[in-house]
């Protein structure tokens, strides 16, 4: 048994190496990687597990926003250095990764608490980006940058590929839009926010003089205004319909 390993976990790490595509050498990274500080005291008060994914998440954010800067800097060799931020900052994420932890089936695979299972946390997206995260710095810690390397070139490859330009900002597509028009910059207002601390839930609206406001709820205020901007970037700029 590794040290620092629960004494009585029996967890089978065989369906996320398989997903993974990586065999961990030690189990106690692995295991952490997947645990929701839920899991931590059990209903008892009595200690189920010695460790969650919160630490090796703040690991795993850095590893991937390194690899993901050098994969860019040699898929696009020409592009500055704006352009190739942009592209990192809709690789890393955490709707990228959380399309990632559904692909590999991980949201089952996550320990926590019945409260928070019954609650849908194995399917919550901000959950299941930090899951891919801690992974990721489980397997680094495990076996180095080697096989991260070839997870994230394997699952970010196609998010990378596809995007044949540069991302654009909704939200500065938007006031670029309005500026073209000479129009007031868009405004945006927090019309409601609900949730736990851990897991709220932003709604905002944007508005352009002449347009009828738009409202997207998100994880933080940040998602939410540029998802706001999306869709009303999306209704102004869509083609008239002649009749």
Do not use: C
Not at 42 to 47: F, L, N, T, Y
Not at 75 to 101: I, N, Q, S, Y
């Amino acid at each position: 048994m590794a040290e620092g390993e629960d004494k009585n976990d029996a967890v089978d790490l065989r369906p996320l190496e398989q997903a993974l595509g990586y065999q961990f050498f030690g189990r106690r990274h692995a295991i952490a990687a997947l645990t929701h500080s839920s899991m931590r005291v059990s209903a008892m008060g009595r200690k189920v597990a010695s460790e969650s994914y919160e630490r090796l998440e703040f690991l795993g954010d850095r590893v991937l926003g390194l690899i993901i800067s050098e994969m860019l800097l040699f898929r696009f060799p020409t592009e500055r250095e704006g352009d190739l931020a942009k592209r990192h900052t809709e690789l890393v994420r955490r709707e990228t990764l959380a399309e990632v932890a559904v692909a590999l089936k991980l949201g089952p695979m996550i320990r926590m608490s019945r409260g928070e299972k019954d609650g849908g946390g194995q399917q919550k997206e901000s959950l299941l980006a930090d899951v891919v995260e801690a992974l990721i710095a489980a397997m680094y810690l495990d076996g180095g940058t080697s096989p991260v390397r070839t997870f994230i070139e394997r699952n970010w490859s196609p998010f990378l590929e596809a995007a044949k330009r540069p991302p654009r900002d909704p939200k500065t597509a938007l006031q670029e839009w309005a500026q073209a028009r000479a129009l007031p910059l868009p405004a945006y207002e927090l019309v409601a926010q609900s949730g736990p601390s851990h897991e709220p839930s932003f709604e905002i609206s944007v508005s352009v003089v002449g347009q009828k406001p738009v409202v997207a709820s998100a994880g933080s205020k940040r998602a939410a205004e540029r998802d706001a901007a999306a869709l009303l970037l999306e209704r102004v700029t869509a083609p008239k319909d002649p009749n």
